[in-house]
């Protein structure tokens, strides 16, 4: 029913936390994916439905083949981070909900629970290096 969500018992700052932390990941997907398309045509349409895993497999197997340069360098750091990011995202968002000692929902992956701390960490972690992808495709892999 209308509204029916607002019954979660959880605090607004980490819905709040989380729904950015999802955002933010989003975008970095999708500057790779671009990143992807600018290395090779057609690979939007390739990765669109693809996991993030395999989009960021894919980034780091085309940066692969440019020329060696220093924006390379960059790029493939990239690359590299957004692989490790993308399991990052998969542990948050494979998380199970549960309750923390003082009572507050909480997403728990492994027995560890997410705090709004780590979360907010990621999600800094994710814009920077969309951030990174971005410079790459002002710079690097500008049409």
């Known amino acids: 029913m209308k509204d ?11 819905i709040s936390a989380l729904g950015l932390a999802v955002f933010a990941f989003a975008r970095l997907e999708w500057n790779a994916i671009i990143c992807c398309e600018r290395i090779q045509a057609g690979s939007i349409e390739e990765l669109m439905d693809r996991t993030a895993g395999r989009v ?12 060696k340069s220093p924006g390379r360098e960059k790029l493939e750091q990239a690359a590299s981070d957004f692989q490790v990011y993308a ?5 948050l968002l494979h998380a199970k909900p549960g309750m923390d000692p003082d009572g507050r929902q909480r997403l728990f992956r492994d027995g560890d629970q997410w705090t709004i701390d780590e979360i907010e960490a990621v999600a800094d972690a ?6 990174r992808l971005d410079a790459c ?6 049409d």
């Open 4 to 14: 029916d969500r607002l019954k979660i018992p959880v605090e607004p700052e980490y």
């Open 56 to 67: 960021a497999d894919t980034l780091a197997s085309l940066v692969r083949t440019l020329p």
């Open 87 to 91: 399991r990052t995202r998969n542990n």
């Open 126 to 131: 994710f814009t920077g290096c969309s951030l």
């Open 137 to 142: 495709l002002a710079g690097l892999l500008a």
